[in-house]
């Protein structure tokens, strides 16, 4: 079984490495793969990954119904600081047929209290939060395990 995932980060997720090294670290998006293949070993060659980050809500919706009508099996979404006030975001999540699983490098359960709130999280599979960039790979991994089950 091959599945096809969009991997898709939100505002300010492009400057990842140098963004506040202290709290999201100090890689980009460029070692996900790596981190894919280390914590799904062979199954990793079932998985194609489309990365995708926009620093606009406008091109993200754009970007999640696409992902839908091309029917891809799952999103790994990290919507960055939209996650914690885009209802238009939510909405989509809402009616897309695409299982998407929430993404946060930071553990944003021990931060300020506005980051304590998701407006996603209700339409998703469930949310990592707190494993940095592994983060991305555990998503990848609990989208593979959902999918084997729903097929
Ligand atoms: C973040 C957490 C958000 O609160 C913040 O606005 C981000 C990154 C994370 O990955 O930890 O931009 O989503």
């Not at 990365?51 to 790994?76: C, R, T, W």
């Not at 989509?92 to 946060?104: F, G, K, M, N, T």
């Not at 599979?125 to 555990?138: C, R």
Request: contains cysteine; negative net charge; proline residues 4%.
């Amino acid at each position: 079984m091959m599945y096809r995932f969009l991997v898709l980060n939100g505002p300010n997720l492009g400057a990842l490495g140098i963004r506040q090294p202290e709290i999201y670290g100090p890689q980009g998006m460029d070692a996900v793969p790596e981190i894919v293949l280390d914590l799904l070993g062979p199954r990793s060659t079932q998985v194609y990954l489309d990365f995708f980050q926009s620093n606009h809500e406008g091109v993200l919706l754009d970007k999640l119904e696409q992902a839908h009508h091309e029917k891809q099996d799952g999103i790994v979404f990290n919507a960055g600081a939209y996650t914690h006030t885009s209802l238009a975001l939510a909405d989509c999540l809402a009616w897309i047929q695409v299982p998407c699983v929430e993404v946060h490098i930071s553990n944003v359960f021990s931060r300020e209290s506005l980051r304590q709130q998701s407006m996603l999280a209700r339409h998703t599979v469930g949310v990592i939060s707190g494993f940095g960039m592994l983060g991305y790979a555990l998503a990848v991994q609990a989208l593979v395990h959902h999918c084997d089950k729903i097929r």
